[in-house]
């Protein structure tokens, strides 16, 4: 085979593709979860202590990636993932894939708690440098915004550095749970003792986009 064609075969996209048959049959039950166990889910998730607005973010993560794998067949695979990655955060999910909070070990406990923290100090002294304490003196922290959603409508600037800093804190450490649940960190199994300094890796999955919970941040710094 000629090195040029060679080189083109290595390059080809993976076939993110789904037929209407396999797209419905996956997808069958997540619709029904939307349309009868939704109002139930919502109301799981807020007496256990999720934000109402954490809720609206994975539903519309949901939601959205369903209606464009309806109408894209070449990314189905794609929107797939992201539907799993972010419906598996709401209860009654009923595509229950890896282990819930209560199997994690008390190792892996320990290194979410003690990331949250440094996430929570990082987006803070991020966040004063932009409000003032900078060489310019200058107060930039307005340009700190959230991210646009459906419920909040367009993303506007935060109130202060600590709903900054706790927005992060979660993400982050909700970030690095999937990072353990997908075995993207770590080479231990799931819910046992793991060396946190092993390289945390975001698979390349043949597509520009970034699967929902592998972001760096909730909010746009850029």
Same mark, same amino acid.
């Given at each position: 085979m000629p090195k040029r064609q060679e080189k083109h075969n290595m390059l080809k996209k993976k076939d993110n593709s789904m037929n209407d048959?396999?797209?419905?049959?996956?997808?069958?039950? !997540?619709? !029904?979860?939307?349309e009868e166990n939704l109002e139930a889910s919502k109301e799981q998730a807020l007496t256990s202590g999720m934000d109402e607005e954490e809720f609206d973010d994975y539903l519309e993560y949901v939601e959205r990636e369903l209606t464009t794998g309806d109408k894209r067949t070449y990314k189905r695979q794609i929107c797939k993932d992201i539907i799993q990655k972010n419906g598996r955060e709401l209860p009654f999910?009923?595509?229950?894939?890896? *282990?819930? /909070?209560?199997?994690?070990?008390?190792?892996? *406990?320990? !290194?979410?708690?003690?990331?949250?923290?440094?996430?929570?100090?990082?987006?803070? /002294?991020?966040?004063?440098?932009?409000?003032?304490?900078?060489?310019?003196?200058?107060?930039?922290?307005?340009?700190? !915004?959230?991210r646009s959603s459906k419920k909040r409508?367009?993303?506007?600037?935060?109130?202060?550095?600590? *709903?900054? /800093?706790? %927005?992060?804190?979660?993400?982050?450490? %909700?970030?690095?749970?999937?990072?353990?649940t997908d075995k993207h960190w770590g080479t231990s199994e799931i819910g046992e003792p793991f060396d946190f300094t092993v390289a945390w890796v975001v698979p390349f999955t043949g597509s520009d986009e970034t699967p929902a919970g592998d972001e760096d941040a909730s909010s746009d710094n850029s």
């Open positions: 048959e396999e797209w419905n049959a996956w997808t069958a039950d !997540v619709r !029904v979860f939307l999910w009923p595509k229950v894939r890896g *282990l819930g /909070a209560k199997n994690w070990h008390t190792d892996e *406990l320990g !290194v979410f708690e003690h990331l949250g923290v440094i996430e929570n100090e990082a987006s803070m /002294a991020y966040w004063n440098t932009y409000a003032g304490e900078n060489s310019l003196g200058i107060d930039m922290s307005h340009t700190i !915004v959230q409508g367009d993303g506007v600037r935060y109130e202060n550095g600590e *709903l900054f /800093a706790t %927005q992060n804190q979660k993400a982050k450490v %909700q970030k690095a749970k999937n990072a353990r």
